[in-house]
């Protein structure tokens, strides 16, 4: 057996017998348990060793485990998070789902139910290695103005495009909002790739998994000596995107005693390291993303309104899926095709689970989608993905009568998305028809059709 063979498990409990059962109990020759009983020692723990999938309790004595699913995520890209939770915490696991968590388990748990949810999450880390090495041998290397994960025809994509190709070139500030799995962080690599940076780096870093204490170090960096733990100077996040692109995810979880600091980085295009007294300067372009109303956030006194108009320069807002549906067969398809292994034919989709598709709300959106067509393709039986790979809470959440709903033809799910923009700006059809990408006159003609 190969170390690539291998799958590294970490749990993560603050129970020294749950940690001692885990690691006898769930050991094999594919399996290497490793063990962590708090946030610090789990940090530590990834610093040394990549991990396929982290057995992470919600309850730990120094943080919160939904907290560190995220800090976890962005540590170990494609690492499978499965949550330990007691029955009290279940909706926040079944939320943290829609996020990217692999699945959940409740205290006490079943060892067989726990070694199925494991070996579910290592069925799609073989999917994801297969598809790397097919994508490697294939030598798809191919570099095309937008990446295959902006697609869609609808006039909402289109408008999407046009604004990127209009602010990419340019050096404002971009900020991106929309509900959370929308796609903001393709929009900004998007952005990026086309500037004239692209060539640079883009550093990105969600601000709600910056530390309290130490956000100004990570931004800015620091000096030897300037705190406690402070053994060597660093550079922060500005130096390291010196000459490209910041991407600052979720800026609005960004404490307030940092936002003055970095309106003035953003002013002067320069900053100080903590604990020194002398000026750098750097060049660097701003792209922020939020799912917060901003606005909101400033009138309620949690947001600098300077801050707020200064990053709010050219503003790209991204529907959720559940305004988009027309596009949900396209996104479908693509994932499909992403997520075949070697040259075998892409799954498909009962007609049944195309319903679901079709009335569900989606709160995860394109995320949601995404995990769940991945669920499908390692649950399908005969290539084909029925209703009983879809989880339990999408299930649930429809009744039959909501899934007997008949589709409705193209010129009327067009039109109904046009009511929903002109609702969105008031009535007011000019600002409709520029957000729509069409003229007014076809706005017009459209609506009046039947």
């Not at 949810?117 to 790397?132: G, H, L, Y």
């Not at 109303?293 to 990053?311: I, Q, S, T």
Request: aromatic content about 6%.
């Amino acid at each position: 057996m190969t170390k690539k063979d291998l799958f590294h498990i970490l749990v993560v409990d603050d129970e020294k017998s749950i940690r001692r059962l885990l690691e006898k109990e769930m050991a094999s020759p594919q399996r290497v348990i490793h063990t962590a009983g708090s946030a610090e020692q789990a940090f530590a723990a990834i610093r040394r060793q990549v991990f396929d999938v982290i057995l992470l309790d919600i309850r730990l004595p120094d943080a919160n485990g939904l907290d560190l699913m995220g800090q976890f995520q962005e540590e170990v890209p494609g690492v499978q998070v499965i949550l330990v939770t007691g029955h009290g915490e279940v909706n926040d696991a079944v939320d943290a789902m829609k996020n990217g968590a692999w699945d959940y388990i409740t205290k006490p748990f079943d060892l067989d139910v726990l070694d199925q949810v494991v070996e579910m999450a290592f069925q799609r880390i073989r999917v994801q290695r297969e598809r790397q090495f097919y994508r490697k041998e294939a030598g798809k290397k191919k570099k095309s103005a937008y990446p295959q994960e902006i697609i869609g025809h609808s006039s909402s994509m289109t408008q999407l495009r046009y604004l990127i190709d209009k602010v990419a070139p340019a050096h404002v500030p971009v900020l991106i909002t929309g509900e959370s799995g929308t796609g903001k962080n393709v929009v900004a690599r998007v952005i990026h790739n086309q500037s004239q940076r692209s060539d640079k780096p883009l550093i990105t870093k969600n601000c709600a998994t910056l530390q309290s204490e130490l956000v100004r170090s990570e931004l800015f960096g620091h000096c030897r000596g300037s705190f406690t733990g402070a053994n060597e100077s660093r550079d922060g996040l500005l130096a390291m995107a010196h000459e490209g692109t910041l991407f600052l995810d979720e800026i609005g979880e960004l404490p307030m005693g940092v936002q003055a600091t970095l309106l003035r980085v953003m002013e002067t295009q320069t900053f100080r390291r903590v604990g020194e007294k002398e000026e750098k300067k750097v060049d660097l372009r701003f792209i922020f993303a939020t799912n917060r109303n901003l606005r909101a956030e400033v009138d309620a006194g949690r947001f600098r309104e300077d801050l707020y108009h200064r990053l709010n320069v050219f503003n790209i807002k991204l529907l959720p899926l559940r305004d988009r549906t027309v596009e949900i067969p396209v996104l479908m398809e693509y994932f499909l095709e992403q997520l075949r292994v070697g040259k075998q034919p892409p799954c498909r989709v009962s007609k049944r689970v195309m319903q679901y598709f079709m009335v569900y709300h989606w709160p995860g959106n394109v995320r949601e989608l995404h995990n769940v067509i991945e669920r499908g393709v390692i649950l399908a039986e005969n290539n084909l993905i029925t209703e009983q790979a879809l989880p339990t809470e999408m299930r649930e959440s429809l009744s039959d009568d909501s899934l007997e709903q008949p589709f409705l033809p193209l010129r009327e799910v067009e039109k109904k998305h046009m009511l929903k923009v002109l609702d969105h700006v008031d009535g007011n059809r000019s600002k409709a028809s520029e957000l729509l990408g069409v003229s007014r006159k076809t706005l017009y003609r459209k609506l009046r059709e039947s």
